[in-house]
């Protein structure tokens, strides 16, 4: 009997040995490297402790310090990105008369989803660049000077990278307003205009305190999913000119792979995380946002 | 009055909005068929016929490139989804000692952001001396993409009644036969929809191919930025590279809303 009950229990450990082999080895095993090593100068063959000069090393960096403040930059026009623009498309479609009319503008919205990240950041590459860029032709067009390599000059090169993907509305942002405002109760909007509401304080009484769950939901992931974003900036500058466009996981990644000190980088991957996991637990116990 | 004259100035700057998004992707459909000196002398004219030629140039350009990525995403949809629904099935049907926190460690992985693991995740597959190979991809990305599959099929396999496990089981039928034959061909279009995610995600990530692989071994991704640093020397010939290699992306995105479309439909006809 007690036989019997055992075996069948392997069987299930036995479905589960798949899933665990893959996690252990490439998920958690990885973690517990990384935090040891965040210890350690580490060249992938010999590694050894420096105890936390690792981190002392990113508070005394200049470089560092830049990045930081250029993730506070990335991180806030993230936020803005990610709930003023996509709001306002997705109010202006509501406010639209016709079901086709709205289902054609949010159709065309939610297109460039269509194509892989990596080709829309080659497109505004491409519209910045100093002689065939689309944005300097413009200019030439309309008569101005028209030289500027916007990705290349330490005043421009990091509101560039800002811009990019302007007018921000394409996303998951946009469709989760949108959906969230089409299921807004109709009556009650119908009983604030016949009480003589306009469509203003329709707008910041009725539809603002009830997208506020939504906002919540965009906020937190825009502000754990800036934080990881280097992907544009590898691509469109390397982090640079110098070090105007770069952050904290782009200077991990220029550690590591860069400049083989996997010792660092592996410091400045667990700090982030470390960041992450504050915003997190902040957002579980004060904001109480499930996602 | 004023109701209509706000309808048509939101109408107005919607249009204007919708245009700038998709200035980027007008663009690359105009120049993809424009030669490079049509470019260089006259950036704002109609290209003279359509350079269906660059097409042919990108095509031979991205095409290996094209079916690296797809290679590395058919072996890991298949992975993700083989192993997901293992395990799903296991937490949705079996009872065992230590099944709560064995099924937490799994889903513990969630709050591992890939930041904090690259770096090391890329001297273990250095060790196992898988750089430069298609199995340092597919390996790593089965491991966080089968997440998707042991949710999902979690919550699918709970709900199936379980006569019908007990009618399988009196015919004889072993626990994998049960896995296999009863509770899988019931969840296809939840694997169809984890396929899709996985497929996404695989295909336009950048970074982890950028690290592991080498020139020879590149996905299209890869090559698509290579394209761009090689001097920018042919605008037509990339641009139409990058068209080329977004076909799969679009196509299982339309192929998936079809789906989703047909489960909704045929779920409503039977409710």
Partial sequence: MNLAKWKRYGISYLFLVPSFLFIATFLYYPVLLAFFHSFTKWNLVQSSWVGLDNFKRMWTETSFVTGAKNQLIYSVTDIVKAIAFPLIGAELIYLLGGNKLKYLFRTGFILPMLLPGVVTILLWQNIYDPTNGLLNQLLHRLGMNATHAWLGEDGTAIWSIVLMGLPFISGLPFLIFYAAIGNMSQEQLEAARIDGANGWNVFTKMHLPFLIPQFKIVMILTIIGSLQDYVKILIMTGGGPGVATTNPAMIMYNAAFGSSQYGYGSAIGVALFLVILIVTVFNMKFLKTDY | ?271
């Fill in chain 2, 1 to 271: 009055m004023t109701g209509s004259l706000q309808k048509w100035t939101g109408g107005a700057l919607l249009a204007v909005l919708l245009l700038l998004t998709l200035v980027p992707f007008l663009l690359l459909l105009f120049f993809s068929f424009k030669t490079q000196l049509e470019v260089l002398i006259d950036f704002w004219g109609m290209p003279e016929k359509l350079h269906f030629e660059n097409y042919e140039a990108a095509w031979k350009a991205v095409r290996s490139s094209i079916g690296n990525s797809l290679f590395v995403c058919i072996v890991t949809v298949f992975g993700a989804v083989v192993i997901g629904s293992l395990s799903g099935y296991v937490f949705a049907r079996h009872r065992f000692p230590l099944k709560g926190p064995l099924y937490l460690l799994l889903i513990g992985v969630m709050m591992i952001p890939s930041l904090l693991t690259v770096v090391p995740l890329y001297a273990i597959i250095n060790n196992l001396h898988m750089t430069h190979s298609f199995w340092g991809l597919i390996l790593p990305y089965i491991s966080g993409t089968q997440l998707l599959g042991i949710l999902l099929c979690r919550t699918l396999f709970e709900s199936l009644p379980e006569e019908l496990f007990e009618a399988a089981r009196i015919d004889g039928g072993g626990e994998f036969y049960l896995y296999a034959r009863v509770a899988m061909p019931l969840c296809v279009p939840i694997l169809v929809t984890i396929g899709i995610v996985t497929f996404l995600a695989v295909y336009s990530d950048y970074l982890w191919p950028f690290i592991v692989l080498d020139q020879a071994h590149q996905t299209f991704t890869m090559a698509a930025v290579g394209l761009n640093k090689s001097g920018r020397s042919d605008i037509g010939l990339s641009f139409s590279a990058y068209i080329i290699g977004s076909v799969p992306t679009i196509l299982v995105i339309l192929f998936g809303m079809k789906y989703y479309i047909e489960g909704m439909v045929s779920g409503a006809v039977k409710s």
